[in-house]
């Protein structure tokens, strides 16, 4: 069996799909005989110019060896992780840094035109194309992350989707009227858009929000949205919650509302079929809508409140539409390797870089 | 020699479901120079365009870098679609075509903290220090003044847009006296011309391509073509040409007005526009807003001999009244277009229309014609090419040292991580700094290779 690092990215005080990825790789890699672990650096995108002194951190590592034991492979995920050097490196690319390519001209980055910052742009797009090049095996976790890697730095990769982190655990019970809404509080999740779509929603409709803030001034903004449209009884935030609660969550929801801008993959997506309920996606959400398909398993809306309201109160209207969307979001997880299944794939596509060389033993050197 | 090579920015065709007048302009004179210019094509897209070597506009440097433009040409108008263009000619300065110099819209919201006055400064004065970080450039108003200042030529399809540039915009990166550059339209058939003969006195046939919103005065149309059927036997019909989402409001504004003979077409183009005005009498600009013009709508109408009413109001105002008919914005508005309506439903009326219509053709095929405007424009760039090269590198030649300024602040940053503890000393180390020499390797060993 392996020595096998996971390269992660922590930012303290949050916890969001990359950082449950990273834990349920190492849990299956150990499940498997493997010894695994994950090295985490704090990560912070401001001021800008950190990043390439954090890119420049990953890359002064070494990873070759800790104690008696020989790495025999890295797996990076998030920018900057994959700048780590080993001879055996395999990506599962969660995502690059966003600002520089598919948020680049958007509210959403912060590069200007200031030849600094040109410059910065441009010597971390060429860097991204160099170390990411130098892995073995290069796989993303979904068409959409593969797709930006192909589009933007001319990287061939594989979609390797991740499986659902609860595995068989999830469930349903009969709907309870609200709607679930699960994620880091941020303004791309875009969580303030079913806040806002609430006072055109049904009264009896309510919003459970799962997630902490973790940009400054966003709970304050959700605050004045609530408090200017009386929607004190109707909003609920739960912050963080225990993976039963969650389940438990998903599991009575009258759907699931996810609606990220261009989303990389979006676990609750998956996790919401996999309780058999609905979601009410936007139609530049990205990731989510290699999965959601409108009126078969989601609501596709415009990224608009009133869109989104008038897709909520065609399932408060509906119950067997709603019942049927979740129905076939079941269905399709069943179908897909995306429940425990999933994992066997994973594992072996990326650590097909230890195969090359016939190593799958490496304790000592 | 040589072809000139052109990085050309612009929203193309189907990029879109908008009507958009940088992608019309693309298609009827991109080849036309391509005869005499190597040009390769950016937008905000991964999809290529016709035989046009196509790419992302955030690979153009990469482009740049590889084969070396000559120069970059970007096409600008008020609308989301072109907001990389806004963006991205702040990096790479070039040649602009402005088809818009008021923008309703706001985006993107990056070029809000754009430093380009402080740039522009460091250039001017050969500064070698650069300037601070602010937290905020935030700029007032809706003039496009970064926009015109970093154009190393400006060309304006509207002579009022111009002016303004004129009167606003100073601290340029360029010398360059802006330049009047008309619209390319869809040439006229030479064989098909209005004559009395072809006059239906039993029937009138309007033609109008607003929105339903105030400023295009739609509101103001119905109401006057109400009033003028109701006075006269001749049928007026009316076709609108609208994009999908105004159908809706559209509808309404006719049912508030009772009318019957609107025909609803979907899918507003120059091209679609262009196939219309072979049936009609009558065109309609009637566009009353700061923001905004007739734009190429009203040249193709003037092209195709269609007599065409404008609102007398910003661009239309250049327009002598032998050409156009225009009616000023006002309580009186609705009065003058039904008085124009009804002189048309009659036989004097209709002759006299023909004669503006021969007027109007002469006018315009001496102004929109593509070959015309495509050789205009060659002429344009050619014989200012050294000019354009030395403003637009007077910007990119920053990239280098900007790019020595950005690794020295980095290297100057705390660090918290696994191999630095507490802060970077500023002062040369006597020994090697571990993350300086990793940020020199990752970082700075291609400095020579940045695009000039």
């Known amino acids: 069996m392996a020595n096998i690092l996971v390269l992660g990215v922590k930012v303290p005080f949050t916890r969001g799909g990359a950082e449950v990825l990273s834990a349920s790789l190492v849990k299956e890699l150990r499940a498997r005989g493997h010894e695994a672990d994950t090295v985490e650096i704090p990560y912070s995108t401001w001021p800008k110019e950190m990043l390439l002194n954090q890119a420049a951190i990953w890359r002064s590592l070494d990873l070759s060896r800790y104690g008696e034991k020989k790495v025999d492979l890295v797996i990076g995920t998030k920018f900057p992780s994959y700048f780590a050097n080993h001879p055996k490196k395999s990506i599962w690319m969660v995502h690059q840094h966003r600002a520089l390519y598919d948020l680049y001209g958007t509210r959403f980055s912060d590069i200007s035109d200031d030849p600094r910052d040109e410059s910065l742009r441009q010597l971390l797009v060429k860097a991204d194309e160099r170390v990411i090049s130098e892995a073995q095996y290069i796989s993303g976790i979904s068409a959409n992350v593969v797709n930006r890697l192909k589009h933007y730095n001319s990287i061939s990769a594989e979609v390797l989707y991740p499986p659902l982190p609860l595995g068989q655990r999830y469930c349903s019970k009969p709907a309870e009227n609200y709607i679930l809404s699960v994620g880091r509080l941020c303004n791309i999740k875009r969580a303030d858009l079913m806040i806002k779509a609430l006072p055109m929603v049904h009264q009896f409709i309510k919003l459970k929000i799962v997630g902490v803030a973790d940009e400054p001034g966003v709970m304050d903004y959700y605050k004045n949205e609530i408090d200017k449209h009386h929607l004190w009884e109707r909003v609920e935030f739960l912050g963080r919650v225990s993976d039963e609660e969650l389940i438990d969550l998903y599991a009575r929801a009258m759907a699931v509302y996810y609606a990220p801008f261009n989303e990389d993959y979006g676990y609750v997506t998956l996790e919401a079929f996999a309780s058999s309920k609905g979601v009410i996606t936007a139609n530049d959400s990205g990731g989510t809508l290699e999965f959601v398909k409108h009126q078969e398993n989601g609501l596709i809306a415009d990224p608009t409140s009133e869109s989104i309201a008038a897709s909520v109160n065609s399932l408060a209207q509906d119950k067997d539409l709603a019942i049927k969307l979740g129905a076939n979001g079941r269905s399709f997880i069943e179908s897909s390797e995306l429940l425990e299944r999933g994992w066997d794939l994973v594992i072996e596509r990326l650590l097909s870089p230890l195969k090359e060389t016939g190593r799958m033993v490496g304790n000592l050197s | ?452």
């Open chain 2, 1 to 452: 020699m040589r072809p000139v090579r052109i990085a050309w920015f612009s929203t193309l065709p189907g990029d879109s479901d908008r009507s958009s007048v940088c992608a019309d302009l693309t298609a009827q004179i991109l080849p036309l120079l391509s005869n005499e210019f190597e040009i390769e094509l950016f937008h905000d897209s991964f999809e290529s365009y016709s035989a046009f070597k196509t790419s992302h506009y955030l690979n153009a440097y990469q482009r740049h870098q590889s084969q070396p433009f000559d120069l970059c040409f970007y096409q600008l108008e008020d609308s989301k679609d072109s907001a990389f263009v806004r963006s991205h000619l702040g990096l790479m300065p070039g040649v602009v075509w402005f088809h818009d110099f008021l923008f309703k819209n706001n985006t993107p919201e990056p070029i809000h903290n754009s430093p380009w006055r402080a740039i522009l400064s460091k250039i001017r004065s050969n500064h070698p220090e650069w300037p601070a970080r602010k937290g905020d450039f935030w700029e007032p108003g809706p003039y496009a003044l970064r926009e015109g200042a970093l154009a190393t030529l400006a060309l304006f399809s509207s002579r009022r847009n111009l002016y303004e540039y004129q009167q606003r915009v100073s601290g340029k990166l360029s010398k360059l006296a802006p330049i009047f550059l008309p619209y390319a339209t869809y040439l006229a058939d030479p064989k098909k011309s209005r004559s009395t003969s072809s006059i239906d006195q039993d029937q009138l046939k309007l033609g109008f391509l607003g929105g339903p919103d105030l400023e295009y005065r739609a509101y103001v149309l119905l109401s006057a073509i109400s009033a003028a059927q109701s006075i006269t036997q001749t049928k007026i019909e009316l076709t609108w040409l609208l994009e999908r989402d105004e159908l809706s409001r559209a509808e309404a504004l006719v049912g508030e007005f009772n009318l019957k003979n609107v025909r609803f077409e979907i899918g507003r183009s120059l091209k679609r526009w262009n196939e219309l005005l072979t049936e009609m009498d009558l065109a309609f600009h009637l566009l009353f807003s700061a923001y905004g013009d007739p734009k190429h709508y009203l040249a193709q109408s003037l092209n195709a001999g269609v007599p065409s009413v404008v609102t007398d109001f910003s661009e239309a105002e250049y327009l002598s009244a032998d050409i156009v008919l225009k009616v000023s914005a006002g309580l009186n508005e609705s009065a003058e277009l039904q008085a124009i309506i009804n002189r048309a439903a009659t036989l004097k009326g209709r002759k006299e229309l023909l004669e503006l219509s021969e007027r109007s053709k002469q006018y315009a095929c001496e102004l929109y014609d593509p070959n015309l405007v495509a050789k205009e424009l060659s002429w344009v760039l050619k014989s200012n090419l050294s000019k354009l090269k030395q403003s637009a590198q007077s910007w990119t030649a920053l990239l280098p040292s900007a790019k020595q300024a950005l690794l020295e602040e980095v290297k100057s940053l705390r660090v918290a991580g696994i191999c630095q503890a507490g802060e970077l000393r500023k002062e040369k180390l006597n020994f090697p700094d571990p993350l300086a020499q990793v940020i020199d390797n990752l970082f700075a060993s291609n400095l020579n290779s940045q695009a000039q």
